[in-house]
């Protein structure tokens, strides 16, 4: 079962643009993860944040918390052909170590 | 050092077959996950063991799966009477078992069944 639903589901965008990445959920997590995954290999992470409101940046990237923790986002500045990737979220519940992954979102950055 | 393997890459079988599918996780990596991805979509959890014990295996779709871990280190993860449904990639990872500690991936086995 996948508990966080991901907009867009797929996403083509030229090079230079910037856009938003959407994962929403009704249920709570202790922390949300953000990963990359490119075709053949397995997902690697990006971010973790863990507390409602979090803000941080990785270079291009933004990503944000919602002081709910039932959500996320994922914003890329300028976006580069290097970004083309599958983008998923995942949230760990307070149960354990469980996580649990979102429906993904298919970027392709045309150069 | 070396990352999580899996073998094999690839794995084509008839249905109603027997599979099993190997994961190396990284060297003293007490936790280890088992996830589903189908194409286009985001992983499925499976099962999660911590050491050798299952901890969680509440992903597991029906009794036709099942995954151990003998040793605490290497984990199979076992399919019977496999149905074309089955197929999509199967992904191992591992962490150091702390709350929100990093899941490193493998590269995933593919499989088929026809």
């Known amino acids: 079962t996948q508990l966080l639903e991901q907009s867009p589901q797929f996403l083509s965008i030229q090079e230079g643009e910037n856009l938003t990445v959407y994962c929403n959920s009704s249920?709570?997590?202790?922390?949300l993860q953000w990963y990359r995954q490119e075709p053949g290999e397995g997902p690697v992470l990006l971010v973790t944040v863990v507390t409602g409101g979090e803000v941080k940046k990785l270079k291009r990237l933004t990503f944000q918390f919602g002081d709910a923790r039932k959500d996320s986002s994922l914003h890329i500045t300028a976006a580069q052909p290097g970004d083309t990737g599958l983008y998923l979220c995942a949230g760990e519940m307070n149960t354990g170590n469980q996580f649990y992954f979102g429906t993904g979102t298919s970027l392709t950055v045309i150069p | 050092g070396a990352g999580v393997s899996q073998t094999p890459s690839n794995k084509v079988t008839e249905k109603g077959k027997y599979v099993e599918l190997r994961c190396d996780p990284i060297?003293?990596?007490?936790?280890l996950y088992w996830y589903r991805q189908s194409l286009g979509q985001g992983p499925e959890f499976l099962i999660y063991f911590q050491g050798t014990g299952a901890a969680d295996d509440s992903g597991l779709p029906n009794d036709r799966f099942f995954a151990v871990r003998p040793e605490g280190s290497v984990s199979t993860l076992k399919i019977q009477r496999t149905e074309r449904g089955d197929s999509a990639v199967y992904l191992c990872a591992s962490s150091t078992g702390y709350p929100t500690d990093t899941q490193y991936f493998g590269p995933g086995t593919r499989l088929t069944v026809l």
């Open positions: 060297s003293g990596h007490t936790a």
């Open positions: 249920s709570v997590f202790s922390s």
